[in-house]
């Protein structure tokens, strides 16, 4: 089921949520998410567990955000050592 952000927030009002990302768009160092399927809500106390094993496109957001956006970090420290 695809929905936009507001209508999760309105489905599932202030919890967390376990959300598949079906389309986002970049905006400097920000994805933005416009359209999700909602897996289902999350317990507060599983909520930090459940968001480092979310398997990729999938994350948990709490729902009393306004918009669903994702903080992209590049660190230009981090660098690869190619082996042999």
Sequence with gaps: ???KW???RKLFPNQFV???????????NKKIIDEV???RSVPDE???RLFF??????IV?????EKCVINI???SLIRMRRIP
């Design 37 to 39: 399927a909602p897996i």
């Design 1 to 3: 089921m695809t929905m």
């Design 73 to 75: 970090r590049e660190d």
């Design 53 to 58: 094993q979310a398997k990729p496109g999938a």
């Design 6 to 8: 507001t209508e999760v």
């Design 18 to 28: 376990l959300i598949s990302i079906l389309h986002a768009h970049r905006e400097g």
């Design 46 to 48: 599983e909520a930090n």
């Design 61 to 65: 957001y709490h729902t009393s955000n």
